[in-house]
């Protein structure tokens, strides 16, 4: 089982600052294939990323995707007050379970 | 619009059962795989099973493994979780997920559209 690893925890930001996600696989995702989603209180997770770095429809292009292999990140460029909330990435290169990281909880600084 | 809605969340005490049922509308339910994925309360998000799009194909966590059934009915537009054995720590919310078909054709096991979740609590 792949195990990912987001950091940090918590970040603590500004909006019109960039954000600045990480999330380490404990091994190689096959084919890059690396989701990013937002999940807000009290609702469903949202999908952003998949492919690593490329955006689901309907995501504002300050998000964006990059990385391969173990090392992810995702980054929002010039953050909005909506964008402040929890982001997960998940794996679903190999067999299952399709594991996702803990969660990054991005807040107002 | 695509949608998903869960349902036949509760209370249930450990070693009980219940079966949710997760009913799509606005795509072709039957082209596609669908997943059901848990969060604990104030947790992250757990894979929990799939099937492929005819009901020939199921693969569950260990976790599940032996006490949930996953199974569809496309006739229905309806995909179900059947849980039996209940234990405290399946207390969760309970999401259905349908995965993403990319611009290439090719059906990956990124979410691309969640229900809003349906609770499941076990307790006595």
């Known amino acids: 089982e792949i195990v990912l690893t987001q950091s940090p925890g918590t970040l603590s930001l500004s909006p019109g600052e960039r954000a600045t996600l990480s999330c380490r696989a404990s091994?190689?995702?096959?084919?890059?294939?690396l989701a990013w989603y937002q999940q807000k209180p009290g609702q469903a997770p949202r999908l952003l990323i998949y492919?690593?770095?490329s955006t689901a429809t309907g995501i504002p292009d300050r998000f964006s995707g990059s990385g391969s292999g173990t090392d992810f990140t995702l980054t929002i460029s010039g953050l909005e007050p909506e964008d402040f909330a929890v982001y997960y990435c998940?794996?679903?290169?190999?067999?299952?379970?399709?594991?996702f990281g803990q969660g990054t909880k991005l807040e107002i600084k | 619009e695509v949608q998903l809605v869960e349902s036949g969340g509760g209370l249930i005490q450990p070693g009980g059962s219940l079966r949710l049922s997760c009913a799509a509308s606005?795509?072709?339910?039957?082209?596609?795989?669908m997943h059901w994925v848990r969060q604990a309360p104030g947790k992250g998000l757990v894979w929990v099973s799939r099937?492929?799009?005819?009901?020939?194909?199921?693969t569950y966590a260990d976790s599940v493994k032996g006490r949930f059934t996953i199974s569809r009915d496309n006739a229905k537009n309806t995909l179900y979780l059947q849980m039996n054995s209940l234990r405290a720590e399946d207390t969760a919310v309970y999401y259905c997920?349908?995965?993403?078909?990319?611009?290439?054709?090719?059906?990956?096991?990124?979410?691309?559209?969640w229900g809003q979740g349906t609770l499941v609590t076990v307790s006595s």
């Open positions: 606005g795509f072709t339910f039957s082209n596609y795989w």
């Open positions: 492919g690593a770095s």
């Open positions: 998940q794996q679903y290169g190999s067999l299952p379970p399709y594991t």
């Open positions: 091994q190689s995702v096959i084919s890059n294939y």
């Open positions: 099937i492929n799009t005819d009901g020939s194909t199921t």
């Open positions: 997920a349908r995965v993403l078909i990319t611009p290439a054709g090719t059906s990956v096991g990124a979410y691309h559209y």
